[in-house]
């Protein structure tokens, strides 16, 4: 016997996300990929980076100017009153002058830095939020179906913000680069033997720093990975809120979503030990100096071998460079999470597969021919064909069902018709032209699918109806009545105009499905493919919707319609019946020659019916 213990759901998610981020985590972030990355971000925003660092040189040159100033206010301002017993009027207003003028070009340039520096920032995290998103829809459904929508999430939102999070600090950084070499000049014209004793610390600074980020950037890595794992869990737990409610599981999804936050928790936990440890040793280390210089300055003064001036210039420089230092270490800081998130959002912007379009058009309007040819099609990570050698045609303005178990191929088929997938073998061609050599906008003008599932957006009745497309009001309102949607929509408290919610919570399942048909058909499509569209629909609604359909199908503007079917009434509107069965077609007829010579087919349709009969 196995002694392997079984993996419940909710371990199993928990495993594979803490698996995935360890992996992220033991990969660590070299510092060629920072600077790499840094010189990306640079070459992107080259002018206003320019700029954010000129206002940041002009801070630390200030900066250090206003140390000079320090100095020689105490030599010819300060110390000559004691002396005397009163102050030189013009000594004073030069030094008040010099103060001044020093702190508003220092203002100056903590408004450039930070200013333009921020417009960096946030410039390239919409450009690189635009290029994700364009890359999510550019690539295949294959593609998303590989990929779970709180990682997709994560990337888009956490990993780009995370990438470029080192940008805020860097400008002040370059900046205090300058400062920090124009501190040291200063400090070795006003005396060398405080300058060399003060800059001892400097090495075991840096030494730290070292240290510093060799501990932190894996664990900044690790928690970084984890930050998509838990938005991966929360999203999957806000999509199943229905399922999770009705069948009591609210304990067991807080339990799943509480293991994958505690281990971020415990990341971050361990990430702010580590700086609790450093931060401090950061921080005394540039005041030992500054002690260190005054101690030693006393008694140089006492001999008289350096000025009063010249020690406090060099004990408050001493106070400025410590700032650069810590400048630098925000940046090495930054630099593992910003080189974990890139590696994220570059394994979006360089995945393969996107879908290719043609350069052929479908001129005119009105129904249109539909040939199917040999298809067959897998899904990357299936065991086997979920459609087989499939073979049919449609005339202009027929209306076709395809009926068949679950698990026959029904969705999948019609997946394929709008290329959302591409078929393994096989063609699809309307009007003649394979629809692998139409333009994108051309497809998309053609043919319009109403999903099995229905999605709306948190927006008004109009845009859901017209996505923001050219659509006059009266079009709304014609497609509206033609699914039987008008009546209700006039009564929702601003008609066209009324906010339907997140996904729209405040219509019911029915209202939503109609919606959605008149989304696809105010577009005057040439091909409708309905999978199931019409699921959530009291009968008598359904048989009004689809005779105003049949109607619309009967002239010669009407769309040719292939609908997924499970209700007699319905498939006996159509002019063909496919019938499914484990991906082939088992038989095609009209419904009633399927119900004379199909046993299968009639036991399928027959047992809707019942089961239908039975809830009443």
């Known amino acids: ?38 010189g990306r971000g640079i070459r992107e925003q080259k002018k206003l980076f320019t700029l954010s660092v000129i206002g940041s040189v002009l801070f630390g040159a200030m900066t250090v100017a206003d140390a000079w100033v320090l100095g020689w206010a105490t030599d ?21 002058a010099l103060f001044m003028a020093v702190a508003i070009l220092r203002a100056l340039g903590i408004i450039g830095r930070r200013l333009i520096g921020g417009i960096v920032f946030y410039r390239l995290i919409a450009d690189y939020r635009r290029k994700v998103t364009r890359k999510y829809l550019e690539l295949p459904m294959a593609w998303h179906h590989r990929h779970p929508t709180g990682q997709l999430l994560s990337n888009a939102n956490a990993d780009v913000e995370a990438v470029w999070a080192v940008f805020m600090p860097l400008p002040m950084a370059i900046g205090v680069i300058a400062m920090l070499v124009a501190a040291i000049v200063a400090m070795l014209a006003a005396d060398v033997v405080l300058t060399v004793v ?3 610390v400097f090495p075991a600074l840096f030494i730290i720093n070292i240290g510093y980020q060799r501990w932190l950037s894996p664990r900044v890595a690790h928690a970084q990975a984890l930050r998509g794992s838990v938005s991966a869990v929360a999203h999957e737990s806000f999509d199943g809120a229905l399922v999770i409610k009705s069948l009591g599981r609210e304990a067991d999804e807080t339990a799943r979503f509480k293991t994958v936050t505690n281990e971020l928790r415990d990341a971050n936990i361990a990430i702010g030990r580590i700086r609790s440890i450093f931060d401090p040793l950061l921080e005394a280390l540039p005041n030992i100096g500054i002690l260190l210089v005054v101690l030693i300055g006393m008694g140089r003064v006492t001999s008289g071998a350096a000025a009063p001036g010249d020690v406090v210039q060099i004990a408050y420089l001493f106070t400025v460079v410590a700032f650069p230092v810590r400048a630098i270490g925000w940046v090495l800081g930054e630099l593992p999470r910003s080189v974990v998130g890139w590696n994220r959002v570059r394994n979006v912007l360089d995945a393969q597969g996107s879908m290719d379009y043609g350069d ?35 005339e202009p303005g027929k209306v076709v069902a395809v009926v068949g178990a679950t698990g026959s191929g029904k969705s999948t088929l019609t997946s394929l018709l709008t290329r959302l997938v591409d078929p393994v073998t096989g063609s699809i061609h309307i009007a003649g032209r394979d629809i692998r050599e139409l333009t994108h906008e051309s ?52 008609g ?24 696809a058909l105010v577009r005057h499509p040439r091909l409708l493919v309905m999978d199931d569209a019409t699921s ?32 007699k009434a319905t498939i006996a509107l159509a002019d063909e019946v496919l019938f499914l069965d484990e991906g082939a077609i088992a038989d095609r007829g009209s419904h009633a020659e399927l119900i004379t010579r199909s046993a299968a087919y009639r036991d399928l349709v027959d047992a809707y019916d019942q089961a239908r009969e039975a809830q009443a």
């Open 443 to 494: 497809l998309a003008d053609t043919v319009a699918v109403v999903p099995q599932s229905t999605f709306l957006f948190d927006d008004s009745v109009r845009e859901n109806v017209t996505l923001s497309a050219d659509i006059s009001d009266e079009d709304v309102w014609a497609a509206l009545r033609t699914v039987q949607a008008d009546g209700f929509v006039s009564a929702l408290g601003h």
């Open 76 to 96: 010819h301002v300060i110390r000559p009153s004691f002396a005397r017993g009163d102050i030189t009027e013009g000594a004073l207003v030069t030094a008040v």
């Open 198 to 200: 003060g800059l001892v």
């Open 360 to 394: 052929d058009t479908l001129s005119g309007d009105g129904p249109v021919d539909v040939s199917v040819r040999d298809l067959s099609f897998r899904f990357e990570d299936g065991a086997g064909d979920v459609l087989r050698h499939i073979a049919f045609d449609i």
């Open 496 to 519: 066209l105009d009324t906010e339907l919610g997140e996904r729209g919570t405040s219509l019911s399942g029915g209202q939503r499905q109609r919606l959605a048909l008149a989304r």
């Open 536 to 567: 959530a629909l009291d009968p008598d609604v359904e048989q009004r919707i689809l005779r105003a359909l049949a109607r619309e199908t009967a002239g010669s503007n009407g769309p040719t319609v292939l609908v997924v079917a499970y209700r």
């Open 1 to 38: 016997m196995s002694d392997k213990k079984p993996v419940s759901v909710k371990e199993s998610v928990s495993v594979s996300a803490t698996a995935q981020a360890d992996n992220l985590g033991a990969a660590r972030p070299s510092t060629a990929n920072g600077m790499a990355l840094l």
